[in-house]
Every structure is written in structure tokens, then in C-alpha cells.
């Protein structure tokens, strides 16, 4: 088994084919619908608000469901990525967690107000569905260092990234169209949306779940046929197993040796959690607050993505000048502020202390002044997720050792989902004890805040 502190640098020094790296890119396009129009804006949402009833009590509950399945990410994780390492290929594993992932999200179809006793097939959907995306995107990581030569893997990367926002805004605007076809001129039959879809029983956002399985299923296979994986070990399992769990052991051993790393790995654990947690419940938010449906949900999803991509463009070209860390400190602020503006906002005020006019049924889409506040603090979450996301990746590869890039890449990935059940804990927690979704923005303050504070003591490297 090698020593992760003296292991060789095992990246391609050149590139692979076109098709194999636009393949591996296709990942990212793929899987994004299920995290777009399932985990953030528009099924959950649907899901707290329309099949619990209760928007406090269905946050409590979508709070303990993501608890739950994020320890059990962040227990096995580890593990499982040591494994594959040991037995070199990675597209089985790839292969069985995707086909977890499609079946879980057919599951998500029974999710139908007032049926309560196929509520625990949702929630198992609910559960197997995060923990089959969040491997298969870990095994998928793991595919990038042999496909693009090390200086241009952050090109590659950016890449998969940006085809998984175009991938999320075209789910969003079929989800729109479907739900609500008037917005493009079409008039379905009284009490249907498109495709023949009963309202009244919101099959049109329970048909969601089939739909971004079927997506995966189509948009997935171009990676599986096309893009080369690792060459298998020959190892019997048993002793691949063996070696994985050694090799966990061992890397754990010498992470003291790299303290600068680690204290940065600890303190994206900690800003990390808050940021997928807050554009996570900011559609349940919304929708318990204005009574946000579809519609609106989705158009707060589209200006969401609109933003993060151009973010994640102006944030590369920021680093140079400031360097990553400080464009990382910028993004979460940036959060912050934005996180805050929704906890300011209430029914009938803003800002905290500006009494405002509750939403009335005649407003019209997006007319009441709480509204406003909201978009304009969502535009600041859309500009901190982009780019605080890929100056992290950039502060990683600058601070690793130039021949442990690759597994180091690798413990960046893991650390980021180790404490994610951490804050959707305690918002499932406080939320009925405080009976008021607010408490969930201000639980991410105070993520995003000691992140902040922690990366102070993280040196980076001089820029050249």
C-alpha cells in the first residue's frame, strides 16, 4: 500500500480525447436537475409546504431527512473513496450509485398531499436519493486527474461545473413550462398543466422525480461509454477492502504534517455547511413566508443560477489580484449579507424594522415589498455560491504538495460533506422549538461566520 505522504503524482501529463473529457463534463449536466429542481427550489419546497402542511414542521423535518443522510456520507465517504482507490477502478461504483439515484428519485411520485402512509417510501427516496448523488459525485472527482494535463485541470473542471448550471436552468424552465404553460402562451384544459398533468393532485411537481431520472439516465451514459477509467488493481475485494480501510488510517496519521491545509480543510467544513444549507432552505423559506408555488419558485431558482455563473468567471479573475483566500472571504460575506436580508423578512415588515404590506392575493407575481427584499437578497447568495465554491478548489490545489494534488483533491471533496447533516441538524432541531423558520437563516450566519473567522489563520502561498 503506498504512504499517502510520499505518494507519486499520478495526474495525466496529456490530455485525453475530446469526446472522453466533454463525456466526463456531461456528468455534471446530468445530475444537476436532481440538486436544481428536487433538493433546492422547487420539490422540497413543494414537499414542507404542500405534503407535510406545515411549513415549520415540514423544515423540522426535511432538516433530521438531510442530518441523517449526510452523517451517513460523511462515515462512509472516506472509505469508500479508499477503497476504489485501492482497487483503481472507479465507473462500477460510479454505475451502481447513478442507478440508486434514478430509482430513488421515481420513488419521489408518491409524494401526494393527505398520503400519509407512503410518506416513509418518500422520505427512504429522500435519503437513498442524497447519498447515491453525493458518492457518484465523489467517484466522478476522482476520474478528473487522468483526463487533462495538471495545468489545465481547473479548465476541465470549470467546464463540468458550468454545463451543470446551463443543465439546472434548462430544468428549471421545463419544469415552468410544464407547471405553468400560460407563461409561454399555452392554455391547457381547466384544472390541468401541461402533458395532461391534474393540478389538483400537483402532479405536475410530483412528476419531477421520474423526469430527472429519465434526464440521468440519457445524459449520464455518454461518461460511462466514452470517458476511460482507472485501470483495475486485480486485487481479490476482501483484500481491496483491507487496503482501503488501511489507507484512511494512514492518510489520517500524516494529515498533521500539512497544518496550513488542514486548518483551511477545517474551516471549509464548517462555511461549506452554511453555504449548501442556505440556498437549500431558502425556497422553504420563501414558500412558508409568501406562499411561493412553482412559478415562483423556479424564477428564484433561474436568477440564482444566472447569477452564480458569471460569478464563478468575475471570482477567477478576482483571485489574481487578491488571491484566493481573500476571494473566499469576500464570497461568504457576500453570503451573509444575503442570508441576512432573508432573516430580516416577515410578512409584514423588512430589514427588521420597516413595516411592510403582507402579500394580498391581487399582488401579481412578485408584487409585494417582502418579495422585492427577497430577490434582491437572493442576488447576493447567487454571486457568494459561485465563486466561493471554485476559490475554494483553487486555494486547495495551490496549498497541496505538487505531487499529492490528486488525493488531496480528494480529502477537499470529502471535507466538504463530513459536517453537511451538521446545520440541517440543528435547523431541524430549533426550528419547533423557536416555532419560526427564521431560525434556520440565523443557524448559517453562525456557520458562515466561524468559517470566516478560521480561514484568517490559513497561510496562502505568494502568487507567481
Same mark, same amino acid.
Given at each position: 500500500?503506498?504512504?499517502?505522504?510520499? *505518494?507519486?503524482? =499520478?495526474?495525466?501529463?496529456? &490530455?485525453?480525447?475530446?469526446?472522453?473529457?466533454?463525456?466526463?463534463?456531461?456528468?455534471?449536466?446530468?445530475?444537476?436537475?436532481?440538486?436544481?429542481?428536487? =433538493?433546492?427550489?422547487?420539490?422540497? &419546497?413543494?414537499? =414542507?409546504?404542500?405534503?407535510?402542511?406545515?411549513?415549520?414542521?415540514?423544515?423540522?423535518?426535511?432538516?433530521?431527512?438531510?442530518?441523517?443522510?449526510?452523517?451517513?456520507? %460523511?462515515?462512509? !465517504?472516506?472509505?469508500?473513496? %479508499?477503497?476504489?482507490?485501492?482497487? *483503481?477502478? $472507479?465507473?462500477?461504483?460510479?454505475?451502481?450509485?447513478?442507478?440508486?439515484?434514478?430509482?430513488?428519485?421515481?420513488?419521489?411520485?408518491? !409524494?401526494?398531499?393527505?398520503?400519509?402512509?407512503?410518506?416513509?417510501?418518500?422520505?427512504?427516496?429522500?435519503?437513498?436519493?442524497?447519498?447515491?448523488? #453525493?458518492?457518484?459525485?465523489?467517484?466522478?472527482?476522482?476520474?478528473?486527474?487522468?483526463? #487533462?494535463?495538471? $495545468?489545465?485541470?481547473?479548465?476541465?473542471?470549470?467546464? +463540468?461545473?458550468?454545463?451543470?448550471?446551463?443543465?439546472?436552468?434548462?430544468?428549471?424552465?421545463?419544469? /415552468?413550462?410544464?407547471?405553468?404553460?400560460?407563461?409561454?402562451?399555452?392554455?391547457?384544459? #381547466?384544472?390541468?398543466?401541461?402533458?395532461?398533468?391534474?393540478?389538483?393532485?400537483?402532479?405536475?411537481?410530483?412528476?419531477?422525480?421520474?423526469?430527472?431520472?429519465?434526464?440521468? %439516465?440519457?445524459?449520464?451514459?455518454?461518461?460511462?461509454?466514452?470517458?476511460?477509467?482507472?485501470?483495475?488493481?486485480?486485487?481479490?475485494?476482501?483484500?481491496?477492502?483491507?487496503?482501503?480501510?488501511?489507507?484512511?488510517?494512514?492518510?489520517?496519521?500524516?494529515?498533521?504534517?500539512? +497544518?496550513?491545509?488542514?486548518?483551511?480543510?477545517?474551516?471549509?467544513?464548517?462555511?461549506?455547511?452554511?453555504? @449548501?444549507?442556505?440556498?437549500?432552505?431558502?425556497?422553504?423559506?420563501?414558500?412558508?413566508?409568501?406562499?411561493?408555488?412553482?412559478?415562483?419558485?423556479?424564477?428564484?431558482?433561474?436568477?440564482?443560477?444566472? @447569477? !452564480?455563473?458569471?460569478?464563478?468567471?468575475?471570482?477567477?479573475?478576482?483571485? *489574481?489580484?487578491?488571491?484566493?483566500?481573500? !476571494?473566499?472571504?469576500?464570497?461568504?460575506?457576500?453570503?451573509?449579507?444575503?442570508?441576512?436580508?432573508?432573516?430580516?423578512?416577515?410578512?409584514?415588515?423588512?430589514?427588521?424594522?420597516?413595516?411592510?404590506?403582507?402579500?394580498? %392575493?391581487?399582488?401579481? /407575481?412578485?408584487?409585494?415589498?417582502?418579495?422585492?427584499?427577497?430577490?434582491?437578497?437572493?442576488?447576493?447568495?447567487?454571486?457568494?455560491?459561485?465563486?466561493?465554491?471554485?476559490?475554494?478548489?483553487?486555494?486547495?490545489?495551490?496549498?497541496? &504538495?505538487?505531487?499529492?494534488?490528486?488525493?488531496?483533491?480528494?480529502?477537499?471533496?470529502?471535507?466538504?460533506?463530513?459536517?453537511?447533516?451538521?446545520?440541517?441538524?440543528?435547523? *431541524?432541531?430549533?426550528?419547533?422549538?423557536?416555532?419560526?423558520?427564521?431560525?434556520?437563516?440565523?443557524?448559517?450566519?453562525?456557520?458562515?461566520?466561524?468559517?470566516? @473567522?478560521? /480561514?484568517?489563520?490559513?497561510?496562502?502561498?505568494?502568487?507567481?
Amino acid at each position: 500500500m503506498a504512504n499517502p505522504v510520499q *505518494g507519486a503524482d =499520478t495526474q495525466q501529463k496529456t &490530455p485525453a480525447s475530446w469526446l472522453a473529457r466533454l463525456s466526463w463534463a456531461m456528468f455534471d449536466w446530468a445530475n444537476q436537475p436532481y440538486f436544481t429542481v428536487i =433538493t433546492t427550489f422547487i420539490f422540497v &419546497p413543494y414537499f =414542507t409546504s404542500k405534503v407535510i402542511g406545515d411549513s415549520v414542521e415540514g423544515q423540522s423535518l426535511w432538516g433530521f431527512t438531510v442530518a441523517f443522510s449526510a452523517a451517513v456520507v %460523511a462515515i462512509g !465517504a472516506p472509505f469508500l473513496g %479508499a477503497i476504489a482507490d485501492a482497487g *483503481g477502478r $472507479r465507473k462500477p461504483w460510479l454505475l451502481l450509485f447513478q442507478v440508486l439515484l434514478g430509482l430513488a428519485c421515481m420513488l419521489l411520485w408518491l !409524494a401526494q398531499p393527505g398520503q400519509m402512509q407512503v410518506l416513509p417510501l418518500v422520505i427512504a427516496g429522500f435519503i437513498v436519493a442524497y447519498i447515491a448523488a #453525493e458518492y457518484s459525485i465523489m467517484f466522478n472527482n476522482a476520474l478528473l486527474p487522468t483526463l #487533462e494535463a495538471p $495545468r489545465h485541470l481547473g479548465r476541465l473542471s470549470g467546464l +463540468g461545473w458550468g454545463m451543470g448550471y446551463a443543465g439546472g436552468l434548462m430544468a428549471l424552465f421545463a419544469v /415552468l413550462i410544464v407547471s405553468q404553460p400560460e407563461l409561454v402562451g399555452i392554455k391547457p384544459p #381547466e384544472g390541468e398543466a401541461l402533458l395532461g398533468l391534474k393540478r389538483d393532485s400537483f402532479e405536475a411537481e410530483r412528476i419531477i422525480g421520474p423526469a430527472a431520472a429519465v434526464w440521468l %439516465a440519457v445524459f449520464v451514459l455518454p461518461m460511462f461509454l466514452f470517458t476511460p477509467d482507472h485501470p483495475g488493481s486485480g486485487l481479490p475485494f476482501g483484500q481491496v477492502v483491507k487496503a482501503g480501510i488501511g489507507r484512511v488510517i494512514n492518510t489520517i496519521r500524516h494529515m498533521r504534517q500539512y +497544518g496550513n491545509l488542514l486548518r483551511f480543510l477545517i474551516a471549509y467544513m464548517i462555511y461549506y455547511d452554511g453555504v @449548501v444549507t442556505v440556498i437549500g432552505f431558502g425556497g422553504i423559506y420563501a414558500a412558508g413566508i409568501f406562499g411561493w408555488g412553482t412559478t415562483e419558485l423556479g424564477i428564484f431558482g433561474i436568477l440564482i443560477n444566472m @447569477v !452564480a455563473i458569471p460569478a464563478v468567471i468575475v471570482g477567477g479573475a478576482l483571485e *489574481g489580484r487578491i488571491g484566493s483566500k481573500r !476571494a473566499i472571504q469576500f464570497a461568504i460575506l457576500s453570503l451573509a449579507l444575503g442570508t441576512l436580508g432573508i432573516l430580516s423578512i416577515t410578512a409584514d415588515k423588512v430589514l427588521f424594522v420597516v413595516d411592510v404590506v403582507p402579500k394580498a %392575493a391581487g399582488d401579481g /407575481l412578485f408584487g409585494s415589498a417582502g418579495e422585492k427584499v427577497f430577490f434582491a437578497s437572493a442576488i447576493l447568495l447567487g454571486i457568494g455560491f459561485g465563486s466561493v465554491q471554485s476559490a475554494s478548489r483553487t486555494l486547495v490545489a495551490r496549498l497541496s &504538495p505538487p505531487d499529492m494534488v490528486g488525493e488531496f483533491f480528494g480529502i477537499f471533496a470529502l471535507s466538504g460533506r463530513a459536517t453537511t447533516f451538521l446545520a440541517p441538524l440543528l435547523i *431541524g432541531l430549533a426550528t419547533p422549538i423557536f416555532n419560526t423558520q427564521r431560525v434556520g437563516a440565523a443557524i448559517v450566519l453562525v456557520f458562515l461566520a466561524v468559517g470566516f @473567522v478560521l /480561514l484568517w489563520k490559513v497561510k496562502e502561498p505568494a502568487r507567481q
